[in-house]
């Protein structure tokens, strides 16, 4: 079995910045692609950010690009987040998501293992 636990959310100003980590323990999985999706209250969870298993190919979502990173170290097992000018648009529930193979998607349906999220508020 594999489980993904998210860390780092919070309460945050606008402009602030924020770093969320995801570890990924039990079952191995080789280089795994890691992506980040997110879900507001209301509203469907949406694609942030996405990573291939060497870490080499990134992809973000149009509303984040220049302003959040995703990076990994797979000899922990983690992939990160750095987000930075944040704002009240940006709030919601961080979810991290892990799939067999080293192919970074944008889609959703292509990642079968889940963590349980954290939140993230930015006030104005």
């Known amino acids: 079995q594999v489980q993904l636990v998210e860390s780092g959310g919070g309460l945050v100003q606008a402009e602030g910045s924020l770093r969320l980590s995801c570890v990924v323990s039990?079952?191995?999985?080789?280089?795994?692609?890691m992506v980040w999706f997110r879900q507001a209250p209301g509203k469907e969870r949406e694609f942030v950010a996405t990573?291939?298993?060497?870490?080499?190919?990134?992809y973000y979502a149009d509303s984040v690009k220049g302003r959040f990173t995703i990076s990994r170290d797979n000899a922990k097992n983690t992939v990160y987040l750095q987000m930075n000018s944040l704002k009240p648009e940006d709030t919601a529930v961080y979810y991290c998501a892990a799939r067999e193979g080293i192919r970074a998607y944008t889609d959703i349906s292509r990642y079968a293992y889940w963590g349980q999220g954290t939140q993230v508020t930015v006030s104005s």
């Open positions: 990573i291939s298993g060497s870490g080499v190919t990134t």
């Open positions: 039990g079952r191995t999985l080789s280089s795994p692609a």
